[in-house]
């Protein structure tokens, strides 16, 4: 079955070091309904963009490669049919709800490459 890659734009990601399992409960529910259907086939949520460190040319610099606005919160791989089966699984992602979206796109190859 064709994969689809769904990266999640939000104004920043919920998935900070403190944060309780109230707060990531509606983003757990989404996941688990994933999981449920045998449809999601990894995931990974990021940390908030005060986190991240950019490298550029000039060098490295502190935040998120965008200068600002949304950021890329997390990203899943699902498995659907067609990328209209994606879209209809990604879209009941809480970060729609929330002012922010998702984008998908097909998998063109990769996978894990090393296990740790």
């Given at each position: 079955?064709?994969?689809?890659?769904?990266?999640?734009?939000a104004n920043d990601s919920l998935h900070a070091p403190e944060a309780t399992?109230?707060?990531?409960?509606?983003?757990?529910?989404h996941f688990d309904s994933?999981?449920?259907?045998?449809?999601?086939?990894?995931?990974?949520?990021?940390?908030p963009r005060d986190h991240a460190?950019?490298?550029r040319a000039?060098?490295?610099?502190?935040?998120?490669?965008g200068a600002g606005g949304d950021v890329v919160a997390g990203f899943y791989i699902?498995?659907?049919?067609?990328?209209?089966?994606a879209l209809d699984l990604a879209r009941k992602?809480?970060?729609i709800l929330t002012g922010g979206?998702?984008?998908?796109?097909?998998?063109?190859?990769?996978?894990?490459v090393a296990r740790t």
């Open positions: 079955m064709p994969e689809f890659a769904v990266l999640i734009y399992k109230e707060e990531l409960k509606e983003c757990d529910e994933l999981v449920t259907t045998g449809r999601m086939r990894i995931a990974y949520a990021l940390t460190r950019t490298i000039a060098g490295p610099a502190d935040g998120p490669y699902l498995n659907a049919t067609d990328i209209d089966e992602d809480p970060s979206g998702v984008e998908v796109r097909p998998v063109h190859s990769g996978g894990v």
